[in-house]
């Protein structure tokens, strides 16, 4: 079984900043992509940027310039900055890897529980 631990949500003003981190743990094998996807009330679950395990980074428009992910492979860890944050991101962010946890395992995706980011003045 593979565990997502994520933190580091919360309330800031637009123009803030915050830095979210996710830990996998458990039976991890390899780690393929770890990443955040984010769903705002009444919207469905969006990418917002991604990392695979050979550093190849995805992002959504809307964040590009903004947030920057990272990586690392050893530790099974993968943060989000977030800078110039604005109303609009507001969401429950979620992180999301995708992982083979015995060599004899199928590539499988987890999920975290969940972090809140509240953007508002």
């Known amino acids: 079984q593979v565990q997502l631990v994520e933190s580091g949500g919360g309330l800031v003003q637009p123009g803030g900043s915050l830095r979210l981190s996710c830990a996998a743990s458990?039976?991890?094998?390899?780690?393929?992509?770890m990443g955040w996807y984010r769903q705002a009330p009444g919207k469905q679950r969006e990418l917002v940027a991604t990392?695979?395990?050979?550093?190849?980074?995805n992002y959504a428009d809307s964040v590009k310039g903004r947030f920057t992910i990272s990586r690392d492979n050893v530790k099974a860890t993968v943060t989000l900055q977030m800078n110039s944050l604005k109303p609009e991101d507001t969401a429950v962010y979620y992180c999301?890897?995708?992982?083979?946890?015995?060599?004899?395992?199928?590539?499988?995706?987890?999920w975290g529980q969940g972090t809140q980011v509240t953007v508002s003045s």
């Open positions: 999301k890897a995708i992982v083979q946890p015995t060599y004899s395992d199928p590539l499988r995706n987890y």
């Open positions: 990392s695979t395990d050979r550093n190849n980074t």
């Open positions: 458990g039976s991890i094998a390899s780690v393929a992509l």
